[in-house]
């Protein structure tokens, strides 16, 4: 018996190598896509930011400006400015009768002496005006008083000469009388108008006058009585 041999083949099949893909390329559209996304997201939060920042400045602005009207409304609340006629006398006196002609030449000087008190804690700043003389209601002499500024919580002292025109009183029959009887009535008038400037942003008109009463002696050359009135309102 003749003997034979079956030859097995060990080796196993190689199986053929599979082939490496490269990776996808993006999609040119799906990336305009995400970066169109993002700049709109960028956008979106700069928006919120800048309103943000926006109501911030407007509620800071509000803030401020209730704190300043506070200020001035209580601190730097404004007040009248007072003006006092502190002295009135006679620098000069001449009074003559005509008995002829019934007239009075009359001469007369008088010195005021009134000062100003501002007593805000701002400065007060008044216009130009003048102080008048009156006799039974009629202008009969005028001093000017100009233009200034009192600091706050201050008191100028001011001085004016008032002299009577003459040629005011040859109208008036009751002098005659008056000078006879030998007390001649007479009024004086000051007014000052101005502004008071708060925190420099609210500007408030006031005003404050004075007006005195005077009997003057013509024997005696003086100022017998007095009797003043003052007026501020804002």
Known sequence: MSGFSI????????KPATAMLPPPKPNASSMETQS???????????????????????????????????????????KRPITT?????????????????????LNLTLNVDLSLKNPNRVGFSYDS?????????????????????IAARQTEPLNLTLTLMAD???????????????????NTFVKVSGKVTVLKVFKIKVQSSSSCDLTISVSDRNVTSQH???????
């Open 7 to 14: 030859k097995s083949d060990d080796k196993k099949e190689e």
């Open 36 to 78: 169109a996304n993002g700049g709109s997201g960028k956008k979106v939060r700069r928006k919120r930011n800048c309103k943000i920042c926006i109501c911030f400045t407007i509620l800071l602005l509000l803030l401020i400006f209730v704190v300043i009207l506070i200020l001035a409304f209580t601190l730097f609340k404004p």
């Open 85 to 105: 006629i502190d002295s009135v006398t006679v620098d000069r006196l001449r009074a003559s009768v005509n008995p002829l002609l019934l007239k009075v030449i």
């Open 129 to 149: 005006s003048s102080a008048l003389l009156n006799y039974r209601g009629q202008l009969i002499g005028e001093a000017p008083l100009p233009a200034n500024r």
């Open 168 to 186: 005011r009183l040859l109208s008036e029959s009751q002098l005659l009388s008056d000078v006879m009887a030998g007390v001649i009535p007479l």
């Open 228 to 234: 003043c009135k003052y007026s501020t309102k804002l």
